[in-house]
């Protein structure tokens, strides 16, 4: 089976514009969560969908959006970019989205804003 | 608020000795605790996680890590580290109650072994 897929693999963007970024999870899974990871931290936790609701949200502006399809592929859209942006952005998913589950994540999306 | 923190930037080690990899949390309710591993340019992978029962959990890789509820620790350890484990690794907790359900990582502890 094919594990957590997303694209692009790289990305490079300028202040002001925005982004789209996509997310296969594995087959079977239900649950997809986005992080944001910049160089030298751990993955920031930004949004989590189940069932295409959303479940949870972290502590991120608003010009960052997402959405799950009815296939469970998943979206995160930034506006607005800002330099700050600049980051590896993760996808992971699970089978239901509990706490206990272990995630399986993607290759990540490198963002660069400049 | 639930935290992690990871204490050390970097562990080094010789090839063939043992590893360890430390790991303190703070959550309100019963903690779930996982290990994951980065390689470079790579997302991160699973590698061993503390649910309930044992203390010590066995994992991927001949890894391991002890659970420790009075000093809330949960140190990862390999009793024969091979060059081939150089990566970052990340501790992360959630929490069936009280807490969120959702992962909290560390900020990362990069691992050398040294041949």
């Known amino acids: 089976d094919a594990g957590v897929t997303q694209s692009p693999t790289h990305l490079i963007k300028t202040r002001g514009q925005h982004v789209t970024l996509r997310c296969s999870p594995i087959?079977?899974?239900?649950?997809v969560s986005w992080y944001q990871q910049v160089l030298g931290q751990g993955p920031q936790f930004i949004f989590q969908?189940?069932?295409?609701?959303?479940?949870g949200r972290g502590n991120f502006p608003d010009r960052f959006s997402a959405r799950q399809f009815p296939n469970y592929s998943s979206e995160l859209n930034v506006n607005a970019l800002l330099l700050g942006d600049s980051a590896l952005y993760l996808c992971a998913s699970s089978s239901q989205g509990r706490e206990s589950e272990k995630l399986f994540f993607g290759s990540g999306t490198q963002l660069s804003v400049l | 608020a639930q935290s992690v923190a990871q204490p050390e930037d970097q562990v080094n080690v010789a090839e063939g000795n043992p590893l360890t990899v430390k790991c303190t949390y703070s959550v309100s309710g019963n903690p779930y605790l996982f290990w994951y591993v980065q390689y470079p340019n790579r997302g991160l992978q699973f590698l061993l996680k503390y649910i309930t029962g044992d203390n010590l959990v066995k994992g991927s890789y001949g890894f391991e890590a002890e659970f420790n509820k009075s000093q809330t620790s949960f140190h990862l350890k390999k009793p024969s580290a091979l060059v081939s484990d150089s990566a970052l690794y990340f501790c992360?907790?959630?929490?069936?109650?009280?807490?969120?359900?959702?992962?909290?990582f560390g900020r990362g502890t990069s691992l050398i072994v040294h041949p």
């Open positions: 969908y189940y069932e295409k609701e959303e479940r």
């Open positions: 992360a907790v959630s929490a069936s109650s009280g807490g969120s359900y959702i992962p909290t």
């Open positions: 087959s079977g899974h239900k649950s």
